[in-house]
């Protein structure tokens, strides 16, 4: 059970109701009238909470496993608890972040703006919207509805976020548009300026950035993640992108809609990603770059040149993961040899 001093729990839901809301079929010993008021992990979870297996490294958890109702796919149900309720789904992860969901919804506190908030006469703030100690909103900014702004952010002058951001504690915000559920956690640095120099004998001369960061909807954005603005063209991040914490992205760089940019990443400016990008913990892109849609970058990758639509590499340089191996397999027989 969560810390209810952190979360509150909702519900409870009948099985029906949770089958219903994840599309899974009830299967094993289940009733739909049985009462759920809680999820839990498999090794702890009891008779009235909701647990999941989506990774079979966990099954003799399962098979052990006494809680009320488990999510799971339906070539496991042989290996289930005898008599357990069962909701049988072809994706058991996506199943129980529904239900996690529905018994940990998201809720907006009451409408407030904190008397320490610097809020500039001419920003327009929709209804709903929390804004927190210390805020700082400069001049002609939009924010939509039901908006929360976290203690000690700045939002510069005209920018504007669409409806139901969540910005947290010590966010920045400058010379960006941000759609629609998008969320900015703690200490993110959005828009400042790109790093672009004219190097030559003459020394390093800094070069105007003059671009703006584009943000589609129902974008995730992590802590301390830092997004250069465009130095002419822009900065985009694609719709439904979810960046975790400590990602910098370089100016004028695309990234397109469904990509999952993994901690410690880094793309340099110029690079374009297309859709459904995703990139493993640690890998860099040097610049100027064109990435396929689909394609799969393993941590600590270090990517030099184009990908086609849907390889996948890994290594440093990066190598198509077939090859990389291969290589790997080859010099661990030499070092063997001598």
Same mark, same amino acid.
């Given at each position: 059970?969560?810390?209810?001093?952190?979360?509150?729990?909702?519900?409870?839901?009948?099985?029906?109701?949770?089958?219903?809301?994840?599309?899974?079929?009830?299967?094993?010993?289940?009733?739909?009238?049985?009462?759920?008021?809680?999820?839990?992990?498999?090794?702890?979870?009891?008779?009235?909470?909701?647990?999941?297996?989506?990774?079979?490294?966990?099954?003799?958890?399962?098979?052990?496993?006494?809680?009320?109702?488990?999510?799971?796919?339906?070539?496991?149900?042989?290996?289930?608890?005898?008599?357990?309720?069962?909701?049988?789904?072809?994706?058991?992860?996506?199943?129980?972040?529904?239900?996690?969901?529905?018994?940990?919804?998201?809720?907006?506190?009451?409408?407030?703006?904190?008397?320490?908030?610097?809020?500039? @006469?001419?920003?327009?703030? +929709?209804? &709903?919207?929390?804004?927190?100690?210390? *805020?700082? #909103?400069?001049? %002609? =900014?939009?924010? $939509?509805?039901?908006?929360?702004?976290?203690?000690?952010?700045?939002?510069?002058?005209?920018?504007?976020?669409?409806?139901?951001?969540?910005?947290?504690?010590?966010?920045?915000?400058?010379?960006?548009?941000?759609?629609?559920?998008?969320?900015?956690?703690?200490?993110?640095?959005?828009?400042?300026?790109?790093?672009?120099?004219?190097?030559?004998?003459?020394?390093?001369?800094?070069?105007?950035?003059?671009?703006?960061?584009?943000?589609?909807?129902?974008?995730?954005?992590?802590?301390?993640?830092?997004?250069?603005?465009?130095?002419? @063209?822009?900065?985009?991040? +694609?719709? &439904?992108?979810?960046?975790?914490?400590? *990602?910098? #992205?370089?100016? %004028? =760089?695309?990234? $397109?809609?469904?990509?999952?940019?993994?901690?410690?990443?880094?793309?340099?400016?110029?690079?374009?990603?297309?859709?459904?990008?995703?990139?493993?913990?640690?890998?860099?892109?040097?610049?100027?770059?064109?990435?396929?849609?689909?394609?799969?970058?393993?941590?600590?990758?270090?990517?030099?040149?184009?990908?086609?639509?849907?390889?996948?590499?890994?290594?440093?340089?990066?190598?198509?993961?077939?090859?990389?191996?291969?290589?790997?397999?080859?010099?661990?027989?030499?070092?063997?040899?001598?």
């Amino acid at each position: 059970m969560a810390d209810p001093r952190f979360f509150s729990v909702a519900g409870p839901f009948t099985l029906n109701e949770i089958a219903t809301l994840v599309g899974a079929e009830i299967g094993g010993g289940g009733e739909g009238r049985l009462v759920l008021r809680d999820v839990a992990p498999l090794d702890t979870a009891g008779p009235d909470q909701l647990s999941f297996l989506d990774n079979r490294k966990y099954i003799d958890a399962f098979r052990k496993c006494a809680a009320g109702a488990i999510i799971v796919m339906p070539d496991l149900v042989g290996e289930a608890p005898k008599g357990a309720a069962l909701l049988l789904s072809k994706d058991p992860y996506r199943a129980y972040a529904k239900a996690a969901q529905a018994f940990y919804p998201d809720r907006l506190p009451p409408p407030e703006i904190a008397p320490s908030a610097v809020i500039d @006469p001419s920003a327009r703030l +929709g209804e &709903g919207c929390v804004v927190g100690p210390n *805020v700082v #909103i400069e001049a %002609n =900014v939009e924010i $939509g509805s039901r908006c929360r702004i976290g203690p000690n952010s700045v939002i510069a002058q005209g920018c504007k976020l669409g409806d139901d951001v969540k910005v947290g504690p010590n966010v920045t915000l400058s010379h960006c548009f941000i759609g629609s559920r998008v969320m900015l956690y703690p200490g993110a640095r959005i828009g400042q300026d790109g790093f672009g120099f004219a190097a030559g004998p003459a020394g390093v001369l800094k070069v105007p950035q003059l671009g703006r960061v584009v943000i589609g909807d129902d974008v995730e954005i992590g802590a301390n993640t830092t997004i250069d603005r465009g130095a002419g @063209p822009d900065t985009v991040i +694609g719709a &439904g992108t979810m960046i975790d914490n400590l *990602v910098q #992205i370089g100016h %004028n =760089v695309t990234v $397109g809609r469904g990509c999952i940019l993994v901690s410690q990443v880094g793309i340099s400016g110029s690079t374009h990603l297309e859709d459904y990008v995703v990139i493993g913990g640690q890998a860099g892109l040097s610049g100027h770059l064109h990435i396929g849609k689909g394609v799969k970058i393993g941590a600590q990758a270090g990517v030099m040149a184009d990908l086609s639509a849907g390889a996948t590499v890994v290594g440093s340089p990066a190598k198509p993961r077939g090859e990389f191996f291969r290589q790997l397999v080859t010099l661990e027989r030499l070092t063997k040899k001598g």
